[in-house]
């Protein structure tokens, strides 16, 4: 076992996981705000954020599917150690963390079901950069907001899927911004 | 004039203050102790512990004690501290087949192999008032034996033999935990029995009453009643294999009941089962025929809208602590929603005089 | 406290319920279901509240607990003791100061500013319990935003009464797709549920759900062309601050049933008397 796999996670769990929650949760209720998220250090290729994230949110009872370069030894030793969150496929994942063109294609994540739309995929996506870009528009959004995407199409798809759908986070350095598939993208 | 009303948090404290002495009552009299009330009130301290799933008879006698004897209040005690209790695992499926008897018997055969055992029951008891109770409880020893030890074979699987008994196929599928994951409706009767074994046994009663006055009749036998102590065993990964951690004292009720064949199945006899905590028999024959009539659709019979037949009814609504504590909130302040309706019924009455006086001027 | 993890619950909750929060959030309106936790105070007394903050405060945060608007209720004072001791927040009864407010029944008066988290105490969550009792049904009729029920409900009481006979937990839409209770606020405060600045989250705790009002969020009260909603108020003037755009409670203040009307929101009506308004009834 690598020494940085036992390293890495909240210095204090309880306290570094709120003040994280509350970066994710804002950002979810805002979407195209960036917030600061830190606490974290887990190995590469994993981000701060990213690893921040996935501490606050993720155990046993989520299944994470690690896409593309994700899916290393080094990232599933550590979340292994600090999450004992099971890895699976794409079809049966809670979280889906990866690089956008790793995630591809976005169709065989669960989108949850009419009656429980909440039984659906978050998609924790690494960028390597943060800037305006698309429009956004819909809950949390005063009159609108922009945040660069990897591209539009995709989340004007998920958007019509509504309630059912996907939500994504994206992580980059210590920072991250979300788009809940409430919002519309142009 | 009016000056707002300050100093909850004062009352708040002085209400706590005053409740710890009624507690305690009258101080020449001497103070229970947890181990009294563990040893002479088991059988609250069985309710206690079986509602509250938690096994532990100290800590539901602490529980008993601080709740100044309400059942209630105590279970919620003891449910308020086990879920903040961390999971090490679960424990292998207990096998009663293996349980040291107490207590056994059945209302359908006279004799059975392993043989009937009354055990310490109330049943035929003359329910007089023991007034030397009153002044000396010592007792003799009651005669004792050896406890039959090895498999004590339930009496369904004698039926079972001869094709009468409904199959009861082994599953090993992992039930749904109550406590980690919301209800969810249809509910599986694995999760029935889970909420039926922590629900309250006065509403489990209640319903199981109802059923045999014909309420969704289902003609139960208790096919056999056993109370005793069984192994709990859990695997530890480390070691490759699974140990006893301890024993448990359970109630287990099988009831045989009637059942006159439907599309697929043949006349056969069907079951109800029972398993609680610690001494617990009216619990665990209630809970076998609540669950019984709740197994309408899998057996294919009707439904004839009785309470004890419609699983969301039961579940909902079987819980002592969501329903006690839903019950009681009313006693909270609710002047804004009600100052809201007094606007409201204030309107809709002048509106009613005014129509009043106008139609009498027509 | 130390036996006791930060804000009482254990990690493994508070994740839990985190994740249903996100859920809440990303579909405005719609009920996540989530394995409530027996929690130290009864289920009907603010359990579900009481998880939502305990997932949401950091040891940073200014808690504010109100019930019936005010912060020196009993359940409020326990509530927010409650906090003190096992998340050592800093409390408070100023609403602007506050970063978390718990409510019951009431929105405070002073419009909410970003940054805030608005948790509301809900003891029914599902807006159509009382038109059909079945979870089974509820839950299909929501998937099939099928809500005739409600406005056939809405509009016998406007044939029956001539208005709609609701007053408190007045049913919302929200940007268009889910109806929601909003708690039982009355009537008067639904205005403010919608384009707010704050998160707003509502947690039922016996009955097992979770759902979210993201920041500026459409929330439309039901209501029918020909009888538009109306928010309503005691059609006088807080006895003790004079306010005039504030709910109010009504006091009977003597054995003759004599009557006097003051803001339920103390926070508010305390801030208006420091700014000098007084009115004639007030010492």
């Known amino acids: ?186 | 004039m009016y000056v707002a009303v300050k100093g909850g948090e004062r009352a708040i404290e002085n209400a706590h203050a005053w409740l710890a002495e009624e507690r305690r009552g009258n101080t020449d009299i001497a103070e229970l102790s947890i181990a009294q009330i563990r040893e002479q009130l088991s059988l609250a301290v069985n309710r206690v512990m079986a509602e509250g799933s938690l096994y532990d008879p100290d800590l539901a006698a602490l529980a008993i004690k601080q709740a100044r004897g309400d059942l209630i209040e105590a279970i919620f005690l003891i449910r308020a501290y086990r879920t903040t209790l961390p999971r090490f695992g679960a424990s292998e499926p207990l096998d009663t087949g293996i349980m040291a008897c107490d207590r056994r018997i059945s209302a359908t055969f006279k004799d059975l192999p392993g043989g009937q055992v009354l055990g310490p029951t109330f049943d035929y008891t003359h329910r007089l008032l023991n007034f030397k109770l009153a002044a000396d409880g010592e007792v003799t020893k009651a005669p004792s034996r050896d406890a039959e030890t090895g498999n004590v074979p339930h009496v369904t699987e004698f039926l079972n033999r001869e094709g009468l008994m409904e199959e009861a196929p082994h599953d090993d599928t992992p039930p749904p935990d109550l406590t980690r994951e919301p209800l969810e409706m249809p509910a599986d009767r694995a999760l029935r029995l889970q909420a039926l074994t922590r629900a309250d046994e006065g509403f489990t009663l209640g319903l199981a009453y109802s059923t045999q006055r014909g309420y969704g009749r289902n003609h139960a036998f208790v096919g056999e009643l056993r109370i005793g102590s069984v192994p709990v065993e859990m695997d530890i990964p480390e070691l490759g294999f699974a140990v006893e951690i301890g024993e448990v004292i359970l109630t287990e009720c099988e009831t045989v009941n009637q059942f006159t064949g439907s599309k697929t199945e043949p006349p056969q006899f069907t079951r109800g089962y029972g398993l609680v905590f610690g001494q617990t028999e009216r619990k665990a024959i209630s809970m076998a025929l609540v669950d019984r009539a709740l197994r309408w659709e899998e057996l294919g019979e009707d439904n004839v809208g009785a309470p004890a037949q419609d699983a969301e009814f039961v579940l909902y609504h079987a819980d002592n602590i969501q329903a006690t504590g839903f019950l009681e909130h009313i006693k909270l302040p609710h002047y804004v929603d009600f100052q809201s309706e007094l606007e409201l019924v204030r309107k809709l009455r002048r509106e009613a005089g005014a129509q009043q006086v106008q139609e009498a001027a027509e | 406290m130390t036996e006791y993890n930060f804000a009482y619950l254990d990690e493994q909750t508070k994740r839990m319920i985190r994740r249903a929060i996100l859920k809440g959030l990303a579909i405005p309106g719609y009920q996540v279901p989530f394995a409530s936790r027996e929690m130290p105070m009864p289920y009907g007394w603010g359990t579900g509240g009481v998880q939502v903050s305990a997932a949401v405060l950091t040891p940073k945060d200014t808690f504010k607990v109100i019930d019936q608007g005010a912060d020196d209720t009993t359940n409020a004072v326990s509530i927010r003791t409650f906090f003190q001791r096992t998340a050592g927040v800093a409390t408070t009864t100023t609403t602007s100061d506050a970063t978390v407010i718990q409510t019951r029944h009431r929105i405070p008066e002073e419009p909410l500013h970003e940054g805030q988290i608005l948790v509301y105490q809900v003891p029914i969550p599902e807006p159509l319990r009382f038109l059909e009792p079945r979870e089974s049904e509820t839950r299909k009729m929501h998937s099939l935003e099928e809500y005739g029920l409600m406005h056939v409900k809405l509009y016998e009481d406007i044939s029956r009464h001539g208005h709609i006979a609701t007053s408190y937990a007045y049913p919302v839409k929200v940007e268009g797709r889910y109806v929601m209770d909003p708690s039982p606020i009355p009537k008067f405060d639904n205005p403010k549920l919608g384009d707010m600045a704050a998160i707003q989250l509502f947690g039922a705790g016996r009955e097992q759900r979770i759902y979210a009002l993201p920041p500026y969020t459409q929330v439309v009260s039901l209501d029918f062309e020909d009888h538009p909603f109306e928010a309503s108020k005691a059609d006088h003037p807080c006895g003790m601050c004079g306010a005039t755009d504030s709910y109010l409670d009504e006091l009977i203040i003597d054995d003759a049933g004599g009557r006097m009307f003051v803001c339920s929101d103390t926070d508010y009506c305390e801030v208006r008397q420091a700014a000098g308004h007084k009115r004639k009834d007030a010492a």
């Not at chain 1, 769990?13 to 998220?37: K, W, Y």
């Not at chain 1, 994540?109 to 659906?120: L, N, Q, V, W």
């Not at chain 1, 539009?152 to 350095?173: H, K, M, S, W, Y």
């Open chain 1, 1 to 186: 076992m690598q020494a940085n796999t036992l390293s890495g996670g909240f210095a204090d769990p309880a306290i570094g996981s709120a003040h994280a929650f509350r970066s994710v949760m804002e950002a979810m209720a805002r979407p195209g705000t960036i917030q600061d998220i830190e606490g974290a250090a887990p190995p590469a290729p994993l981000s701060p954020a990213m690893g921040a994230v996935l501490l606050t949110l993720c155990d046993t009872e989520t299944p994470i599917y690690l896409a593309g370069d994700m899916d290393c030894e080094a990232a599933r030793a550590w979340l292994a150690f600090h999450t004992g969150a099971p890895f699976v496929g794409p079809a049966h994942c809670m979280f889906a963390v990866g690089k956008w063109d790793a995630l591809a294609p976005l169709a065989v994540y669960p989108i949850g079901t009419s009656e429980y739309p909440d039984r659906s995929a978050t998609l924790i996506v690494e960028c390597s950069e943060f800037a305006a870009g698309a429009t956004l528009t819909g809950p949390g959004i005063k009159d609108q907001a922009t945040l660069s995407l990897p591209e539009v199409e995709a989340f004007q798809v998920n958007r019509t899927l509504f309630p059912l759908g996907l939500d994504f986070i994206f992580t980059c350095g210590e920072r991250l911004a979300a788009l809940p598939r409430s919002t519309k993208v142009s």
